[in-house]
């Protein structure tokens, strides 16, 4: 029976190896190495490198602060504020490298897994239905406006906010998040 | 000398290869035999893998219609959504599949090449440059709010683009664009 916690060192060491490099830049010996173990130890774990990469990719789900969300201490746009001002610096305290593990598997990986396009498929499902939530009750609160569609415009925001990494990235700069803020805030979120 | 003829080859080679595969999973053998020329040829026109990237982006660019964007004789906004009608179009025709270079290198390799990430910056820059003079003149024709600051919408409607695919892509669906159409066009530029 494999240990429980050199699974978990695995999976601390892969996630942090898939989101430097990538999933194609990824070897399985190298996320070993990370973890300090055995390459063949890495199959008494995990079937795969892709089933690997699903299992890291909810671990980093599960440190992105998606509780906020549902904090209903704070208005609910006010928990959309503070999400994506968590995920922002987490990204500009990498120097924008990185990015988000989620939108890096999906232009990176999609094409050639099924099993790792599900899973991201099911990460953005489940982050626009926090979203959707919390807009639904702002719109309640009055707090946008009245016809605004909170299934749609939480794909949207979600979406535009992959999309801001993408210049934070190239440009290595925090500019495009500060235009994020201020668009969703100021213009679709009104 | 190397013959020119050869350079297209290899080139246009090299942007099919770097947009189905990326770039950590195309080789220059992987380019050179899609081009039916050996391996060796390579190194006469081009420096390196990340040289022959830049030159696969600028040629990926020319093929995305920015023409568009500065055709007078249709308004503003006219020229916006047919410009990335004709980007939805491509990526719908391939099933989804491949997504946009720019985000694809930006998400895949930045972090790991300057020359690329500073190509993918530029072509970034040029592309936000075409849809702020084309936000501009709406604001001028008073086609939009007049409060409605062209630069920084245009990266937010470019970034929203990119982050649009990366939904289009996990989800293999038109949906997103169609949410991009409405939330840009009905939302945010009005």
Redesign the interface.
């Known amino acids: 029976m494999p240990k429980p916690s050199k699974r978990e060192d695995l999976l601390a060491s892969a996630l942090e190896v898939f989101h430097?490099?990538?999933f194609?830049?990824t070897g399985i010996k190298e996320i070993a190495d990370a973890a300090g173990a055995p390459k063949g130890s890495f199959y008494n774990h995990f079937a795969s490198k892709e089933e690997c990469a699903v299992a890291a990719l909810r671990r980093y789900g599960a440190e992105q602060r998606f509780d906020l969300l549902t904090d209903t201490s704070l208005p609910p746009l006010e928990r959309i504020r503070r999400h994506f001002e968590f995920l922002r610096d987490g990204i500009a305290g990498r120097d924008f490298?990185?990015?988000c593990l989620?939108?890096?598997f999906?232009?990176?990986v999609?094409?050639?897994s099924e099993l790792i396009?599900s899973a991201?498929?099911d990460g953005?499902g489940s982050w626009y239905e926090l979203i959707a939530g919390a807009l639904t009750e702002a719109r309640r609160d009055g707090a946008v406006r009245a016809d605004l569609d909170p299934q749609?415009?939480a794909?949207?925001v979600?979406?535009?906010?992959?999309?801001?990494i993408?210049?934070a990235?190239?440009?290595?700069s925090a500019a495009?998040f500060d235009?994020?803020f201020?668009?969703i805030f100021d213009?679709?979120l009104r």
Chains 1, 2 share one sequence.
């Open positions: 430097t490099r990538g194609h830049g490298t990185r990015g989620v939108g890096n999906a232009t990176d999609v094409d050639h396009r991201v498929a953005l749609a415009t794909h949207f979600v979406n535009a906010w992959e999309g801001t993408i210049e990235r190239a440009t290595r495009p235009t994020f201020q668009l213009v679709v």
